[in-house]
């Protein structure tokens, strides 16, 4: 089973750019969370996407934005960017019914974002 | 989710055991015990999870206190390929929102 795929793995964007990130979940998995990581502030949750529709939000500004297709597969996007946004943007997948307590999450290998 | 206390670092011999302690002092009883490691430069990794009693798979295992505020992540016979930084995160769905902290920074020497 193929686990978590995100693309691309390295980008080089300018401040005032904008981006998108693709991740691919492991099939089955209805749920995408996007996270971002930092070494200031280490890894904080984004969003998380269930059947195309956002069911939780982290405290990061309107710039961040995320969708999900019917396929389950998610893109976020970030729009007018700063040099903070630098980071390790990961996404991370799990079958995602809530009914279900103690799920596991599976992670991809990030995105690494460089804003010059 | 509760908030969890952990080490910022520890070393340990290479083939001997990793005991990584976790304090969840305010852990609710719906709340489960997550371990995740990351290992530079990739996305974190599953390790256990349990609620009440003791776990162990095939790559650790988890020791929760009776009162269940704090736990051992017990790695049976490290590896160099064990060097990674360790989270120990409370989570009632495990799958929203985690937060995961600080960690610890597991340095495992030959």
């Known amino acids: 089973k193929a686990g978590v795929t995100q693309t691309p793995r390295y980008l080089i964007k300018t401040r005032g750019q904008q981006v998108t990130l693709s991740c691919s979940p492991i099939?089955?998995?209805?749920?995408v969370s996007w996270y971002q990581q930092t070494p200031g502030q280490g890894l904080q949750f984004l969003f998380e996407?269930?059947?195309?529709?956002?069911?939780n939000k982290g405290n990061f500004p309107g710039r961040f934005s995320g969708r999900q297709f019917s396929n389950s597969r998610s893109e976020m996007n970030v729009s007018t960017l700063e040099l903070g946004d630098s980071a390790l943007y990961l996404c991370?997948?799990?079958?995602?019914?809530?009914?279900?307590?103690?799920?596991?999450?599976?992670f991809g290998s990030g995105t690494q974002l460089s804003v010059l | 989710d509760a908030k969890t206390t952990q080490p910022p670092s520890m070393d340990c011999a290479e083939g001997r055991a990793a005991n990584l302690p976790c304090n969840h002092s305010?852990?609710?009883?719906?709340?489960?015990v997550y371990w995740y490691r990351q290992i530079h430069s990739q996305g974190p990794q599953y390790i256990i999870h349990?609620?009440?009693n003791n776990e162990t798979n095939e790559m650790a295992s988890l020791i929760i206190t009776e009162d269940r505020k704090s736990s051992t992540l017990i790695l049976p016979h490290a590896t160099l390929r064990d060097t990674a930084v360790y989270y120990c995160?409370?989570?009632?769905?495990?799958?929203?929102?985690?937060?995961f902290g600080t960690g610890t920074r597991l340095t495992v020497i030959p």
């Open positions: 996407y269930f059947s195309e529709t956002q069911r």
């Open positions: 991370a997948s799990s079958l995602g019914t809530v009914k279900i307590k103690g799920e596991k999450l599976f």
């Open positions: 995160i409370a989570s009632e769905t495990g799958a929203n929102n985690l937060f």
């Open positions: 099939s089955g998995h209805r749920s």
């Open positions: 349990g609620l009440k």
């Open positions: 305010t852990i609710s009883g719906n709340e489960y």
